[in-house]
């Protein structure tokens, strides 16, 4: 069904998006969503999407609820139905893109990572620096922190439930690429990616990291390697709709189906038939930090750890007790008040389906637990309302600066046999 009608006495707000495919599907979930459940001072409404391949968006359209389809970007962003671009598309098409709907009046969400590189990063947070001067709202969707679990964290850090902050652990692991044979795509070739596990993994949980403790990581030591190096090369529409990895959806001369690296992949050996590429990007990346405060950080990201299909972990540790959190249980929190009489202390489950947990008011009634895509839904609220009042959007651009420094720290310790680096401020 397509959502081409606003509320009534709402001022609709028209949303078109780049990229159909995983985070596309996510995001459109989303914006479909959200205006049935919370009560927004604006209506969104699905304009357009966009991709190259003109049969499969026009398809995507109307599987997702979309009222039309572009196969230009640059179309999409012209159109008068479209106040908010959002992007969800391989990283290597962030900058351009955002940056032009930037300046062509319109509010952006944009996929984490926010860019490929620290330069890029930087003119998208200066051109949403500039835009803001205008009014409009620049987000970035790490959509981890509309977990309610996790909100309720940030909350609880912030209220100083934890005291001091010393240790903050964090891990995302993943098994998608133990397999050898699994093809050369798009995530595996640093020209489309940017990295590998630490920007797909590692950029949730630096986001984290900072959002959680409400500080920003100031140094970094490191290590990354890549298990498998070379993969075969195979047609792009045989791998556009399998799996994780090759879910790189078409996006209007921005995203490209599954990117099997023809063209950028070093065409390595021929065996058995099978060409091969050169994968150039990280399978896996482990590093630590410390904050400004003096509270230490661990990270491990890696699409290597056999068995685990998307495990986020983690657990804070301050002078007053402690919060953990795993989001294969992402309704509950763990916490331990340290406070307490050491006889009837120790961790106890918070089940965060309670009205006055953050995002829950408008849900169902306590007990009835919420999943992944509710935080894409929470994440269109967000945006909707800080574009309606003028608030302060979070996470914003320089948010997404911050964690492209981290991650770029992250490479330049590894590369120097884990030296001790320092992240400008």
């Known amino acids: 069904m397509r959502e081409t009608e606003p509320e009534a006495g709402k001022r609709p707000l028209g949303v078109g998006m780049v990229g159909y495919a995983f985070m596309g599907a996510a995001h459109s979930q989303g914006w479909r969503t959200v205006g049935r459940v919370f009560d927004l001072p604006v209506e969104p409404v699905l304009s357009a999407v966009c991709g190259r391949d003109g049969g499969a968006v026009r398809a995507a359209a109307d599987r997702l609820g979309w009222a039309a389809a572009e196969t230009d970007w640059r179309a999409l962003i012209a159109r008068d139905d479209v106040d908010i671009v959002d992007i969800c598309t391989p990283g290597d098409s962030h900058a351009e893109i955002a940056v032009a709907a930037l300046e062509a009046g319109k509010h952006v969400l944009c996929e984490k990572p926010l860019a490929n590189n620290v330069e890029e990063a930087e003119a998208m947070a200066e051109a949403a620096g500039r835009a803001r001067a205008r009014g409009q709202v620049a987000m970035v969707g790490f959509n981890y922190r509309r977990v309610p679990a996790l909100a309720l964290a940030r909350r609880m850090v912030a209220e100083g439930r934890l005291g001091a902050l010393r240790h903050v652990r964090l891990t995302y692991l993943q098994d998608w690429l133990v397999d050898p ?245």
């Open 181 to 425: 044979e699994f093809p050369l795509t798009w995530r595996l070739l640093k020209e489309r990616a940017g990295s590998g596990a630490l920007g797909d993994l590692g950029a949730h949980i630096v986001d984290l990291a900072q959002y959680l403790a409400g500080e920003r990581v100031a140094g970094v030591s490191a290590l990354t390697e890549t298990f498998v190096r070379e993969r075969p090369l195979v047609d792009e529409a045989a791998v556009a709709s399998g799996g994780l990895a090759a879910a790189g959806g078409a996006a209007g001369g921005a995203e490209g189906g599954a990117g099997v690296g023809v063209e950028g992949g070093s065409a390595g050996g021929i065996a058995g038939g099978t060409r091969f590429g050169a994968v150039t990007v990280d399978d896996a990346a482990v590093f630590t930090g410390r904050f400004p405060s003096g509270a230490l950080a661990s990270f491990e990201a890696t699409r290597f750890a056999t068995g685990r299909k998307n495990a986020l972990r983690l657990e804070l540790n301050g002078a007053d007790g402690s919060l953990a959190f795993d989001l294969e249980r992402l309704n509950e929190l763990s916490f331990h008040d340290h406070t307490e009489p050491a006889a009837s202390a120790g961790f106890r489950r918070i089940l965060v389906t309670e009205p006055d947990h953050p995002y829950l008011e408008a849900w169902w009634p306590p007990g009835h637990g919420l999943g992944y895509e509710h935080t894409f839904v929470h994440q269109a609220r967000d945006l909707l309302h800080a574009i309606a009042t003028g608030a302060e959007v979070k996470p914003s651009f320089a948010d997404g600066l911050s964690v492209q420094r981290v991650l770029a720290a992250v490479e330049e310790s590894a590369a120097k046999n884990s030296v001790y680096t320092q992240i400008p401020a």
